[in-house]
């Protein structure tokens, strides 16, 4: 199987495995005050460290959660009072767009992308300005879907002058590309995203933010997130973010190289039609692609038939039959937005991946688009 669909999760690393079962064969609680215990707590207590260092927060500021999604709701329901409302791009991920569309449609303020799916400061700038009940402003890092990177640099410096606070999903961001927290009220990250384990999340809080927990029922990880945490995977979360944070630059530059090879052999190919919905300085390690008169279902199956994992995006939306949100809300043709494809790759992806996918393409474009067809002719 050629894998390249490492956005919606890549390889544990055989450092973090390491971590892991070094970590699990100490049977202690780090909520216990008993010897055991205080080993377990010790584990915690250093990943935590290593993480902070690694993000350049206070260790203090790293809360562990079950995953991005549990996060980026911490980060959500429990920042925006009960008359505040949320400012949120229509490109965020379901993890985002899901609590804020609870808080009801009074309380949502949308925010414009343009065509490539950017955020703009300025217009961020114009709205804060414009509505003083806007409690939280929300961006995506880099776009799970395209690969859009938001300017999070300038969006902080927004709502820091007008003292709103700012979080950003940065699942996809991390090891990829740099992203300073130093403006940021709260963030989100995964560690499977990253050759970490799966079920282990990051939040960051900054010093002095208020958010209130979901969970409650014991105090831990500062009253912000009751339950026993995962010691082991904590630990191993701690080696696969310093060696996302540590190799980002060589890891970038593997990944432009990948997207640089596809992107020719798309171009070289007349037959495929394809449309790239990336904009050229997006995230390397994403590539989102049409190929009009495809149903992208279809597609995703025959190149897996083919022994080829893509997406047709977000592993958390897949099997529903809409076209993506993403695509949709940056102003694309909702058909044309059904036919897209996701290409992601990660740390093991190689030239002869790229080169598998490229050969299988025309092929199974053509019998998707022949598919397609049938069923118009069928409904018709």
């Known amino acids: 199987m050629v894998f390249l669909d490492h956005a919606a999760?890549?390889?544990?690393?055989?450092?973090?495995?390491?971590?892991?079962?070094?970590?699990?064969?100490?049977?202690?609680?780090?909520?216990?005050?008993?010897?055991?215990?205080?080993?377990?707590?010790?584990?915690?207590?250093?990943?935590?460290?290593h993480i902070g260092e690694a993000l350049g927060v206070p260790?203090?500021?790293?809360?562990?959660?079950?995953?991005?999604?549990?996060?980026d709701n911490i980060a959500i329901s429990g920042s925006l009072s009960d008359d505040r409302s949320i400012a949120v791009p229509g490109t965020e991920h379901k993890a985002v767009l899901e609590p804020a569309e609870g808080l009801g449609p009074d309380r949502v303020r949308w925010l414009e992308v343009d065509s490539a799916g950017r955020l703009d400061a300025a217009e961020v700038k114009d709205l804060l300005a414009d509505d003083p009940r806007i409690g939280l402003v929300t961006a995506m890092a880099v776009n799970n879907e395209t690969g859009v990177i938001h300017p999070i640099a300038e969006l902080a410096a927004v709502c820091r002058e007008a003292g709103v606070p700012l979080h950003v999903d940065a699942v996809q961001a991390l090891g990829v590309v740099d992203v300073d927290l130093s403006g940021v009220t709260t963030s989100a990250f995964s560690a499977h995203k990253v050759g970490g384990p799966m079920g282990v999340g990051?939040?960051?809080?900054?010093?002095?933010?208020?958010?209130?927990?979901?969970?409650?029922?014991?105090?831990?990880?500062?009253?912000?997130?009751?339950?026993?945490?995962?010691?082991?995977?904590?630990?191993?979360?701690?080696?696969?973010?310093?060696?996302?944070?540590?190799?980002?630059?060589?890891?970038?530059?593997?990944l432009?190289?990948?997207?640089?090879?596809?992107?020719?052999?798309?171009?070289?190919?007349?037959?495929?039609?394809?449309?790239?919905?990336?904009?050229?300085?997006?995230?390397?390690?994403?590539?989102?692609?049409?190929?009009?008169?495809?149903?992208?279902?279809?597609?995703?199956?025959?190149?897996?038939?083919?022994?080829?994992?893509?997406?047709?995006?977000?592993?958390?939306?897949?099997?529903?039959?809409?076209?993506?949100?993403?695509?949709?809300?940056?102003?694309?043709?909702?058909?044309?937005?059904?036919?897209?494809?996701?290409?992601?790759?990660?740390?093991?992806?190689?030239?002869?991946d790229v080169a598998a996918l490229l050969r299988a393409l025309p092929e199974a474009v053509a019998r998707a688009r022949r598919a397609a067809a049938a069923g118009r002719r069928t409904v018709g």
């Open 256 to 352: 432009a190289a990948l997207r640089d090879r596809l992107l020719a052999g798309l171009a070289a190919d007349g037959s495929l039609g394809a449309r790239v919905n990336s904009p050229a300085d997006a995230a390397p390690g994403i590539v989102n692609v049409s190929f009009p008169g495809c149903e992208s279902d279809a597609l995703m199956l025959l190149l897996d038939a083919a022994g080829i994992a893509v997406s047709t995006g977000s592993a958390c939306t897949v099997g529903i039959p809409r076209p993506s949100h993403v695509l949709v809300a940056m102003g694309r043709d909702p058909v044309d937005a059904r036919s897209a494809l996701r290409v992601s790759f990660g740390r093991t992806s190689t030239d002869d």
């Open 202 to 254: 990051l939040l960051t809080v900054a010093p002095g933010a208020t958010v209130r927990p979901l969970v409650r029922g014991g105090g831990h990880e500062g009253g912000l997130r009751a339950g026993t945490v995962n010691v082991p995977g904590i630990a191993a979360t701690a080696v696969a973010v310093e060696l996302a944070v540590n190799e980002r630059d060589r890891h970038h530059r593997h």
């Open 59 to 71: 260790p203090a500021a790293v809360v562990f959660t079950s995953g991005g999604t549990e996060s």
């Open 9 to 49: 999760t890549t390889d544990l690393r055989p450092e973090a495995r390491d971590a892991w079962l070094n970590a699990a064969a100490v049977a202690g609680n780090p909520a216990s005050l008993h010897a055991r215990g205080r080993v377990a707590r010790r584990i915690v207590e250093e990943s935590r460290e």
